[in-house]
């Protein structure tokens, strides 16, 4: 605390530091860290002896929403270590590019050992991507590449129109999901990610999620600091695991390869890396909490309100276990975990994911041996009254307070404290204040358009019409009752719901709003679809230049109000105005 400051170590910091200082610890972001990542990767691969290349691509979105913009900062950093970013037009467009990143070495030509791949996007970026992942992950990654899928997921739909839990598509697809719980663990974890991708042919879900993303924190950065191990028990099957070409057998042996082999191959390294493991043991436990990702925090959090440290958990009986990979499930490590244990209590946000794996595994377990698992409802199962023996919520987030009491009332069952009770009445009475001193404002200003934006104009519609909404700023003229719009699709369905609609309706005609960063991602074909349709609808194509709604950014390729008269009259629309303040333009 008293040591001396180095201050010629202060005059040499530099803003850069944080991608170019090679050793030590460096201050980042949790998206900063996502950069940092791929020079990392580089730099341990020059050291191995492998020339390789990096590949970004992905669509922005929350709480990935400005990680286009800083790699676009970070452009000079991310070129001088062979690193490309290339913004997608849309997510699975951008997937496929990086599938096609790991054929490299089918052909002749390739410049490097190797290209790595990261693709990143929001939740529904991710459903969208499905196809792509699953035809990606079968088909495999390179030797020397690997892929890692970032996945944005807005557990609290806090920027979303839907909450998005991502796990459950890269578990369709089989692809192993890693679930980092703070900033060193997204470097620490995104080196293990390329490292089992090339080991096990599997494409790596990588779970980012809010609270993780947008903290930052003094990380350890030596090259060492993250030791791979590559497992010495799983018998690699002749040929290997990565992708090769042609498939003989096609995707029947793809299907194969990827259940009979390489999700068994992406256990073994995560047992071999220790990627799920104890963090507390005790002596004489009883309970024991396993946990993943951002919960892990709330975990840990919670504990420290009820004064429970890893000394007095010990003496208490309770384990704590963390689950770096949630699944596949890696089954040894787990197991162990549990021997002993009275009662599992799985603590983890939004749906059962690591809690019906256990359940599973232990199923077959003596009855003396298999502890009871508990998790989002409590023993008396789930699925009888709704909500009736629930523990912890399904949907939104978790906090510490609502995950202590669960805590504290498992150990109560076994375990008697004044302290813990004391802890557990100061929650209760710290949450009476917040609710009342909560006021209900009568008047709440609703979010608006920003000055000067064509939106405050655009979205109106003439007297008697209707609009139809869509993903973007203008999604904001649903609650501007002047504005008659109402009902919104997904990125890229916008107005396409009417021709679900006008056959059956006495309505003639209706507007629908497409912003032109959407137009750009997808929307082109719901105005194909329109026209298929012989829908009577007017697109109201909203030019502002920006994808404004998560950061400002200019489209990711060029697109001009002219460019667009031309696609949609070659389309076959069959009238086109054009509308501008500035007709000079």
Request: proline share 6%; net charge neutral; hydrophobic share 40%.
């Amino acid at each position: 605390m008293n040591a001396p400051v180095d201050l010629a170590a202060l005059a040499r910091a530099t803003l850069d530091d944080k991608y170019d200082v090679e050793r030590g610890r460096v201050f980042l972001t949790g998206t900063q860290a996502l950069i940092r990542l791929p020079i990392m990767q580089r730099r341990r691969d020059i050291a191995a002896g492998l020339n390789t290349a990096g590949y970004i691509s992905g669509y922005r979105g929350s709480p990935l929403g400005g990680y286009d913009q800083a790699l676009g900062r970070a452009k000079k950093h991310l070129e001088e270590h062979h690193i490309r970013f290339q913004p997608g037009i849309n997510e699975d467009l951008a997937a496929t590019a990086i599938w096609g990143t790991q054929q490299l070495d089918f052909f002749p030509g390739a410049k490097y050992d190797g290209v790595f791949g990261i693709w990143y996007g929001k939740g529904p970026g991710v459903d969208r991507c499905g196809d792509v992942f699953r035809h990606g992950n079968g088909a495999g990654s390179s030797k020397h590449g690997g892929v890692i899928a970032l996945a944005g997921d807005d557990h609290g739909a806090k920027s979303s129109t839907q909450a998005a839990q991502s796990d459950f598509i890269f578990k369709a697809v089989g692809m192993p999901v890693l679930s980092p719980s703070n900033v060193q663990e997204i470097l620490d974890f995104g080196l293990h990610g390329f490292a089992m991708s090339r080991y096990s042919g599997c494409w790596i879900g990588f779970k980012c999620v809010t609270d993780i993303v947008e903290s930052s924190a003094s990380v350890y950065v030596d090259p060492e600091h993250v030791r791979i191990v590559l497992p010495e028990d799983f018998p690699m099957p002749a040929g290997g695991l990565n992708g090769r070409w042609p498939e003989f057998l096609g995707f029947i042996e793809q299907e194969q390869r990827l259940y009979h082999h390489k999700l068994f191959a992406a256990l073994a390294y995560a047992r071999a890396n220790s990627l799920n493991r104890t963090i507390w043991d005790s002596p004489n436990a009883r309970l024991g909490i396993v946990t993943t990702g951002k919960a892990y925090n709330d975990v840990r959090q919670a504990l420290d309100d009820l004064g429970i440290d890893g000394h007095t958990a010990a003496q208490i009986g309770v384990k704590l276990f963390k689950v770096g990979m949630p699944w596949p499930l890696e089954p040894n490590a787990i197991a162990d975990f549990c021997k002993g244990l009275e009662e599992v209590l799985v603590i983890e946000e939004k749906r059962q994911l690591v809690e019906y794996q256990l359940k599973e595994q232990l199923y077959n377990l003596p009855d003396t041996l298999r502890p009871r698992i508990i998790g989002k409802f409590d023993a008396h199962g789930e699925w009888d009254v709704p909500q009736s023996n629930m523990l912890l919520p399904t949907t939104g987030e978790l906090s510490p307070p609502m995950v202590a009491r669960v805590i504290a009332a498992r150990i109560g069952r076994f375990h008697s404290s004044d302290a813990i009770k004391a802890r557990l009445a100061f929650l209760d009475a710290k949450d009476a204040i917040q609710k009342a001193g909560a006021t209900v404002v009568p008047i709440q200003r609703i979010p608006y358009f920003c000055s000067g934006c064509p939106h405050n104009t655009s979205t109106h519609v003439p007297e008697g019409s209707r609009a139809l909404a869509g993903i973007g700023c203008h999604y904001m003229a649903q609650w501007m009752p002047e504005r008659r719009t109402a009902t919104f699709s997904h990125m890229g369905g916008e107005g396409v719901a009417w021709c679900g609609q006008y056959p059956f309706s006495n309505e003639k005609h209706v507007f629908a709003n497409l912003g032109d960063g959407t137009y750009f991602h997808s929307g082109i074909l719901a105005i194909r679809a329109a026209i298929a349709a012989k829908a009577p609808i007017t697109y109201k194509i909203l030019f502002n230049d920006a994808v404004a709604m998560t950061g400002g950014q200019r489209h990711d390729g060029p697109l001009t109000p002219e460019m667009i008269a031309r696609q949609v009259a070659a389309e076959g629309v069959q009238k086109i105005v054009l509308v501008t303040d500035q007709p000079e333009k």
